[in-house]
DNA sequence: CTCAATTACGCGCTGCGTAAGGATA
DNA sequence: TATCCTTACGCAGCGCGTAATTGAG
């Protein structure tokens, strides 16, 4: 249990190739495969069936633990670390492209006035990847956004011991093309647009919205990137329908038509994540964007 | 950040001493050196001061990342090992010494009329254990009985996904030396007892009372066993009182006098701890422990 | 037959133990 | 001075790469 086999396990099995896992390792294919069987037999057990590569049972829920425990390492390693770094003025924030909104800028403006030495260097991920790099230090504040009921906390992958706090919540509209029977409308129940088709996006995942609202929300159009613009752009071609902050749709629709949803209240809520803080720069920051 | 020498940096740390870390773990002094100085290498930064050996603030932030993140390193081994071995019909259960009450003494004799075949070891262990030896695999079931609020779980300690679920609750009762002058109530408030000596034993933590309670409860004498029978003889000769779940007092007070609590309402709550389990003669007792 | 994983084998590096050295109460 | 940690040094075993081999599609 090597972390260091570990992860070439993890490699492998999500490359489905030993020699993929190799090249993206820095290692000889001849490598992979020995620290493959050394896993194996420390074990007992198979872990991966060859040809093709993929996990048996027992690998299947040897990858269930590894990533978890891989980032839980990292983020250890980063913790100590940072104890020992001297505060910086140089903060360095991720955030989900959403959820750098007008209260979240505003109150970041606010920050950087009180705070002239303030540098901050603000990047966008996807929410899956936020909690691990605000855990494995290589940002020290996250700023998550994802839909979910009034005042309900966000679901973000366990990744070790940090500090979460609500910043904003936002009521969310449906975007419609403007052709389309239910523009128009002042309010729009989602229970009445479970059988339209829908924008797969992450700006608004449909598995997320299933789980709020229920079964349904088929898929039209299947977006893989997080550019606003795009979906807009999408919506108005009538390629499906999908769920934005109001503040996130120009002022009058543009090219789309947005109506407020009226049941049931879903909002999009943003999180602020950090790990334990020097006092500091950072710790402002973190006050200053929680509000 | 090796484990191997996560592992040697934590028992260095426990007793305060490379020789005797080097006793416990096979190894010599050298070798302990040599480990502790490339996890410092490896970091960057001083652990440990010497001569007194203990942690720099480095060193502690990294202890506490340790335990957790080695406890799962097993756990997670003790898992994907579980997936592989078949259904044994000899179970393991750990139990803290009051978990095993008359409810789940009488649902495990239920559970074992219905399946002859079961076969089950039981052994008591200290709370903070508890959860470990059940992430690790070294009992299929844990039985964690502690003081909480009605219908409040408890507080166990993290040791990564496990199941829990309530077995029961039952009221406590304040346990007097006979010749105390509460002793003959028909009920009493804690916070009337708050100035009283008090017996601090794992049994009856008096961290826990004054987490639920309030400050307060000074310690008459501190005992570290968890023999029931003791705890009474001692209450009985009035060191100090004591709460016990009223099943564990004998009928008519024995040598002690028991009074039931008012108020606050607090319960011994007993929950039932797990693994996944394969099915088979273990879900099989952990639904008739769950009741 | 081809491609990819496994096995064989040799070498270099890591990490241990022995033993000498150094720091601190 | 005694104790305990550190450093020097040599050896053994581990893990990698090269290259030959096996085996599945």
Redesign the pocket.
């Given at each position: 249990m090597?972390p260091?086999l570990l992860t070439t396990f993890v490699t492998v099995a999500r490359h489905g190739?030993?020699?993929?896992a190799?090249a993206e390792l820095?290692?000889?294919?001849?490598?992979?495969?020995?620290?493959?069987?050394?896993l194996e037999a420390d074990l007992g057990l198979a872990l991966?069936r060859?040809?093709?590569?993929e996990p048996t049972p027992a690998g299947r829920r040897l990858l269930e633990h590894a990533g978890p425990l891989l980032l839980r390492l990292r983020a250890a390693r980063a913790d100590v670390l940072r104890t020992a770094a001297e505060p910086s003025h140089l903060l360095r924030v991720a955030a989900t492209p959403l959820a750098v909104n007008p209260v979240v800028a505003a109150r970041l403006a606010a920050a950087r006035a009180a705070q002239p030495r303030l540098e901050v260097r603000l990047r966008t991920c996807r929410a899956e990847r936020l909690a691990a790099l605000v855990a494995e230090g290589r940002a020290e504040l996250g700023l998550a956004g994802g839909i979910a009921a009034p005042s309900d906390p966000l679901r973000l992958p366990e990744s070790g011991p940090m500090s979460t706090a609500g910043v904003s919540e936002e009521d969310l509209v449906v975007v419609l093309e403007p052709g389309h029977p239910l523009a128009g409308r002042a309010r729009l129940r989602l229970a009445d647009l479970i059988d339209a088709r829908w924008l797969d996006t992450p700006l608004c995942p449909l598995t997320r919205l299933r789980d709020l609202v229920g079964d349904g929300f088929p898929v039209g159009l299947e977006y893989e990137g997080d550019d606003v613009h795009t979906v807009l752009t999408l919506a108005a071609a009538g390629h499906g329908l999908t769920l934005l902050p109001a503040s996130a749709v120009p002022a009058g629709g543009g090219p789309v038509c947005a109506v407020p949803v009226a049941a049931p209240r879903l909002v999009h809520r943003v999180e602020l994540l950090h790990a334990a803080l020097p006092p500091g720069p950072a710790t402002a920051l973190a006050a200053a964007l929680a509000g």
């Open positions: 090597d260091h190739s030993f020699s993929a190799a820095g290692y000889t294919q001849s490598a992979i495969s020995q620290q493959i069987a050394a991966l060859r040809r093709p590569v």
